[in-house]
């Protein structure tokens, strides 16, 4: 929501000018999104995965930003190894949730998108300041188990998609290279046998509602709804590399690589 300035011009230029900062570490929240679902921001970073985060008042001065922040990580979707989260969230947590997801899909987010999640920011836990100045609106990108911010611009003009996706890319890349994201540390669930021939067993710590295989170019070839089953066929696969995602009812839980004999 608006915050009220002693001067509008100055407050509004100070607010809205091009910022690049230099903050290089992330900091966690533990917050319920607006679709009821728990997210704890190191959780989802240490399971290898990437956060664009774009804050908003949310008004018209903040749309240009939030859709350019939005395509940024919808072109990167379908990364065999690495989710991208698009988080949608209200500038000081003094706009309901209805108010944020409403905003969002009237100006070009998909709100539906499983990657996305909008927050009202109860308390304004998912504080901005903690990675520099405030901007309305202000993008950034974090990723990985060193919670490293690879991007953080203020001002709808200065987001720049081009830019946001190179970011992405080199997270990811600095991911692949240390090994970090084909499967989690905490092996929360385990397929097995792996290498598989014909199906696999799939157990595990947490539920896990559904899975997608994707190939090793990130092209999807399957979701199954598990729905208390257990036992996956894959028979039908050509021999080769695949990655399962599991997830949960609220987020992913890992990615896990198996071989297909």
């Known amino acids: 929501m608006k915050q009220i300035f002693l001067n509008l011009s100055v407050g509004f230029l100070g607010i809205c000018a091009f ?3 230099g903050q290089t570490q992330a900091t966690n929240f533990d917050l319920t999104d607006c679709s009821g679902k728990s997210c704890k921001l190191f959780d989802v970073l240490d399971s290898g995965h990437v956060v664009v985060m774009c804050w908003v008042m949310p008004c018209g001065n903040c ?12 072109a990167a979707q379908g990364n065999a190894n690495h989710k991208v989260y698009y988080f949608l969230i209200d ?19 998909t709100m539906t998108a499983s990657y996305v999640r909008a927050f009202s920011n109860a308390g304004n836990a998912i504080n901005m300041t903690n990675y520099g100045t405030a901007g ?13 911010v690879y991007y953080n611009v203020n001002g709808s003009s200065s987001i720049n998609t081009t830019a946001m996706t190179d970011s992405i890319n080199k997270a990811i890349a600095e991911m692949n ?5 084909i499967s989690l540390a905490t092996e929360k669930t ?3 046998p792996n290498p ?3 199906e696999f067993r799939l157990t595990s710590a947490v539920p896990v509602e559904w899975i997608t295989i994707k190939d090793i170019s990130g092209k999807e070839i399957m979701t199954v709804v ?4 257990q036992i996956v066929d894959v028979g039908f696969l050509n021999a080769g590399v695949y990655f399962v995602q599991c997830f949960s009812p609220g987020h992913e839980v890992e990615t896990i690589k198996i071989i297909k004999n």
């Open 177 to 181: 290279a240390a090994g970090v994201g």
């Open 63 to 74: 749309t240009g930003g939030a859709t350019k922040s939005f395509n940024a990580a919808k």
């Open 19 to 21: 910022s690049v900062q």
């Open 190 to 192: 385990v397929l097995a």
């Open 196 to 198: 598989v021939s014909s």
């Open 91 to 109: 500038d000081y947590g003094n706009s309901a949730c209805s108010t944020v997801t409403s905003w969002g899909g009237s100006n070009g987010v």
């Open 136 to 148: 309305m609106p202000k993008a950034a990108v974090i990723a990985g188990a060193s919670h490293k």
């Open 226 to 229: 598990l729905d208390g089953l």
